[in-house]
């Protein structure tokens, strides 16, 4: 059974940085796609980035461009989340997520999620 773990959120002042981790386990991911989401409260889980196990491509929503980075350890079998120049609106549960369809964005498309890390920007 896949499995996926996250860690790193915290609390950080606007400009902060933190970075995520994503632990996955139970079979192999060579052929998946996996993606950070962010949930705020009262609002529609969104899509951040994703990145493909097998030739490290990547894609990000707009907003984050530029300022978060989204990279991956095969070895360690771990996904990050490098999230740089922080603003207020970055707060959220962050998640990560797990998907055998190529460089999607839909959240319905995720099919492993991971019970998601609180980061919250102060401003």
């Known amino acids: 059974q896949v499995q996926l773990v996250e860690s790193g959120g915290g609390l950080v002042q606007a400009g902060g940085s933190l970075r995520l981790s994503c632990v996955a386990s139970?079979?192999?991911?060579?052929?998946?796609?996996m993606g950070w989401f962010r949930q705020a409260p009262g609002k529609e889980r969104e899509f951040v980035a994703h990145?493909?196990?097998?030739?490290?491509?990547?894609y990000y929503v707009d907003s984050v461009k530029g300022r978060f980075t989204i990279s991956r350890d095969n070895a360690k079998n771990t996904v990050y989340l490098q999230m740089n120049s922080l603003k207020p609106e970055d707060t959220a549960v962050y998640y990560c997520?797990?998907?055998?369809?190529?460089?999607?964005?839909?959240?319905?498309?995720?099919?492993?999620w991971g019970q998601g890390t609180q980061v919250t920007v102060s401003s």
């Open positions: 139970g079979r192999t991911f060579s052929s998946y796609t």
């Open positions: 997520a797990a998907t055998g369809v190529r460089f999607t964005i839909m959240t319905s498309s995720y099919h492993t």
């Open positions: 990145i493909s196990w097998s030739d490290g491509s990547t």
